[in-house]
């Protein structure tokens, strides 16, 4: 579950910069308005970070490591 988490980090962070490098900034295309209020734009990469840090953070929740055995 680990990689499966770190891969959309890795791939939204790459996507990010490469539109850094092409265009001089990080294109977003999700823009909302309601009710006066104005919602935080973002892009496909933004969503694979957040997605990719929900999925590390519920790993942490549900991997439980056993203790180290007692040496006899």
Known sequence: MFCAGLAP???GAIGNLI?????GHVV???DFH????HWPAFNV????ITVG???LILDG???????PAAAA
Request: glycine share 6%; charged share 30%; proline share 3%.
């Open 9 to 11: 980090i890795l791939g």
């Open 19 to 23: 539109d850094r490098l092409r265009y």
């Open 28 to 30: 977003d295309f999700l």
């Open 34 to 37: 309601v009710l006066g209020w």
């Open 45 to 48: 990469a933004d969503s694979a």
């Open 53 to 55: 840090a929900a999925i």
């Open 61 to 67: 929740f549900l991997t439980r490591e056993k203790p």
